[in-house]
């Protein structure tokens, strides 16, 4: 499975930004999508993950202010960021596990940066 992200980029305190994430390749019906991030100087972060159910759940750290949905048809999921805060900025990583074999394919990774 190949993961394509698009969207980051920079943005003042308070804005917006749309994430998308393609994947490609072995797609199997049970998987669930997902959405990470990497800080400077600290580990990976979950965010938001999605089913193809589209139950999802969310770190803390972004309920109320991210939304992450999909689009099953076009194998895409995407993170829309509101209310964006400096402490946002980091690498954002898309996530496709596979629930059968629980193996975990990664994005290449999208710099998003938040001005103050």
């Known amino acids: 499975v190949q993961l394509q992200a698009s969207g980051g980029g920079l943005v003042q305190a308070g804005g917006s930004l749309r994430l998308s994430c393609a994947a490609s390749?072995?797609?199997?019906?049970?998987?669930?999508m997902g959405w990470y991030r990497q800080a400077p100087g600290d580990r990976r972060k979950l965010l938001a993950i999605?089913?193809?159910?589209?139950?999802?759940n969310y770190a803390n750290s972004v309920r109320g202010r991210f939304t992450i949905s999909r689009d099953n048809a076009k194998n895409t999921v995407y993170l829309q960021m509101n209310s964006l805060k400096p402490e946002d900025t980091a690498v954002y990583y898309c996530?496709?596990?596979?629930?059968?074999?629980?193996?975990?394919?990664w994005g290449q990774g999208t710099q998003v940066t938040v001005s103050s």
């Open positions: 390749g072995s797609i199997v019906s049970n998987n669930i």
């Open positions: 999605i089913d193809t159910g589209d139950r999802t």
């Open positions: 996530n496709y596990r596979n629930l059968r074999t629980v193996v975990d394919y």
